[in-house]
């Protein structure tokens, strides 16, 4: 996202030799603020994907602890 809005000022940067400042410096801003929006909206989304797959099949922590539990009953 980030690419892509470099390439788009890049191309719109007439607008800013025209002087249309607040137009070319606010349709920059607006985009980089939605890409900071939806980087924290997707990074919540991930935690609580992963915070409910841990609920229903166990983290990581429980497997490893019923691994030492069986091995500590059957020694090899």
């Given at each position: 996202?980030?690419?892509?809005?470099?390439?788009?000022?890049?191309?719109?940067?007439?607008?800013?030799?025209?002087g249309e400042y607040?137009?070319?410096?606010?349709?920059?801003?607006?985009?980089?603020?939605?890409?900071?929006?939806?980087?924290?909206?997707?990074?919540?989304?991930?935690?609580?994907?992963?915070?409910?797959e841990e609920r229903?099949?166990?983290?990581?922590?429980?497997?490893?602890?019923s691994t030492d539990?069986?091995?500590?009953?059957?020694?090899?």
């Open positions: 996202m980030l690419c892509y809005l470099a390439v788009m000022a890049y191309i719109s940067r007439q607008r800013l030799a025209d607040l137009y070319y410096f606010g349709v920059i801003g607006i985009s980089l603020g939605i890409i900071v929006l939806l980087y924290f909206v997707l990074k919540k989304k991930e935690r609580l994907r992963q915070e409910r229903q099949y166990g983290g990581y922590e429980d497997q490893k602890d539990e069986s091995s500590a009953e059957n020694p090899e």
